[in-house]
């Protein structure tokens, strides 16, 4: 096991001690991915952004039907910073929610109990200022309901891993002729002092510091346009940026489709530079 992971989690209603934490192997979420996740990050011990977190976690169990019993999520999250000792510390609560343990039937078995897991692991989150992604360009073929943070990631895995492989951080994934987000991040372009980033909806995760990032445009004054970016406009980019929990604002340095560079810039730009900034500002006033 990861030396990362804490000494005890949350698992069905109870804080365990981890290696004492077990599943059946009928849970469904192990069977068939059929479950649902979030991840919140916290700086100095603090929740950022909880209730969208939170929000997100209950639209997506909505969307899949997941019925879980009265759960106070807010003291969950307090209590796994709290377990690991990370109270003042950087890092991140994952939460996830599966159907339960059940028959291995395509539909919804009736009356399950869905399985609960949560925990706290410590992250670097400092710095994230000073570092440039190189990402490749890959074909999304991720499923049509990406708006769903689904424990089923198998197309993102996919993606991911072809591109860590090549020596890339990120794939950045196309749909068509637009550009859809990261396999785990959001993405934005910058032409002309604009920023660009694809509208909500199914062919994307509605990324929380994705919409942070939109909040801090319209109180800069800087204009944000929701609509998708065509493949072929990339290279046009003056700014590149990704977005997520775990990688906040993270320029990007490069990017390359097959064995082509498409983008490239060697400093963070001016726009990205002032919207890490504003970000910053925000976790400091946590
Ligand atoms: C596919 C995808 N897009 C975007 C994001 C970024 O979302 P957030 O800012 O809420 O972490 C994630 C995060 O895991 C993701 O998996």
């Known amino acids: 096991m990861s030396p990362t992971y804490p000494q005890t989690v949350f698992l069905n209603g109870r804080w365990i001690p981890a290696d004492q934490a077990t599943l059946s192997v009928f849970d469904r979420g192990f069977m068939l991915g059929d479950g649902i996740y979030e991840v919140i990050p916290f700086y100095q011990g603090k929740p950022f952004l909880l209730q969208a977190h939170l929000n997100r976690l209950h639209y997506s169990l909505q969307?899949?039907?997941?019925?879980?019993?009265?759960?106070?999520?807010?003291?969950?999250?307090?209590e796994a910073i709290q377990h690991?000792?990370?109270?003042?510390?950087d890092g991140?609560?994952?939460?996830?929610?599966?159907?339960?343990?059940?028959?291995?039937?395509?539909f919804?078995?009736?009356?399950?109990?869905?399985?609960?897991?949560?925990?706290?692991?410590?992250?670097?989150?400092?710095?994230?200022?000073?570092k440039r992604a190189k990402v490749l360009v890959l074909e999304d073929k991720r499923w049509h309901r990406c708006d769903i943070k689904s424990t089923s990631l198998?197309?993102?895995?996919?993606?991911?891993?072809?591109?860590?492989?090549?020596?890339?951080?990120?794939?950045?994934?196309?749909?068509?002729?637009?550009l859809t987000e990261g396999t785990?991040?959001?993405?934005?372009?910058?032409?002309?002092?604009h920023v660009y980033t694809h509208p909500q909806g199914p062919q994307i995760?509605?990324?929380?510091?994705?919409?942070?990032?939109?909040?801090?445009?319209?109180?800069?004054?800087?204009?944000?346009k929701e609509e998708p970016v065509p493949l072929d406009r990339l290279p046009t980019m003056d700014e590149l940026f990704l977005?997520?929990?775990?990688?906040?604002?993270?320029?990007?340095?490069?990017?390359?489709?097959?064995?082509?560079?498409?983008?490239?810039?060697?400093?963070?730009?001016p726009i990205t530079r002032t919207i890490q900034d504003a970000f910053k500002q925000r976790l400091n006033n946590l």
């Not at 991140?92 to 395509?106: D, E, K, N």
């Not at 198998?154 to 637009?178: F, I, K, P, T």
């Not at 785990?184 to 002092?193: C, E, G, I, L, P």
Request: aromatic residues 8%; contains cysteine.
């Open 63 to 78: 969307e899949v039907a997941i019925m879980t019993k009265l759960v106070s999520w807010e003291d969950i999250v307090t």
């Open 84 to 89: 690991a000792g990370l109270s003042n510390a």
């Open 92 to 106: 991140a609560v994952y939460m996830q929610v599966s159907r339960g343990t059940a028959p291995r039937t395509h």
């Open 108 to 130: 919804f078995p009736e009356q399950t109990e869905p399985t609960v897991l949560c925990y706290a692991y410590p992250l670097q989150l400092a710095g994230f200022e000073h």
């Open 154 to 178: 198998m197309g993102n895995v996919l993606a991911n891993n072809e591109a860590h492989h090549r020596g890339y951080q990120e794939a950045l994934l196309y749909r068509g002729d637009s």
């Open 184 to 193: 785990h991040t959001s993405s934005f372009f910058v032409k002309q002092a």
């Open 205 to 224: 995760l509605p990324g929380i510091t994705r919409m942070e990032v939109i909040a801090i445009c319209k109180e800069l004054g800087i204009e944000v």
């Open 243 to 269: 977005t997520g929990t775990t990688t906040q604002v993270l320029a990007i340095g490069q990017v390359d489709k097959e064995n082509e560079t498409l983008f490239r810039r060697e400093e963070v730009g």
